[in-house]
């Protein structure tokens, strides 16, 4: 496996991101969106939130190897 290419770090990126995800998640508690003129509201779990997080994580693992790090 070359270098360049390590899928346990970049597991571990993903995980990270999806944990500061799920701890957003908790922190924060209900989210929603609202859209008064058109009479929408919309509410957000947790898991969009992790998600959110786990590609945070794979982003910030891109650009950790896009600079060599």
Do not use: D, R
Not at 19 to 41: F, K, S, Y
């Amino acid at each position: 496996m070359s270098n360049n290419n390590n899928p346990t770090e970049a597991a571990a990126f993903a995980v990270g991101g999806a944990l500061t995800g799920g701890g957003v998640a908790a922190t924060v508690g209900g989210m929603g969106l609202l859209a008064p003129a058109a009479g929408i509201a919309v509410g957000i779990g947790a898991a969009p939130v992790v998600a959110a997080g786990a590609v945070v994580g794979l982003a910030a693992y891109g650009i950790k190897k896009a600079f060599g790090w």
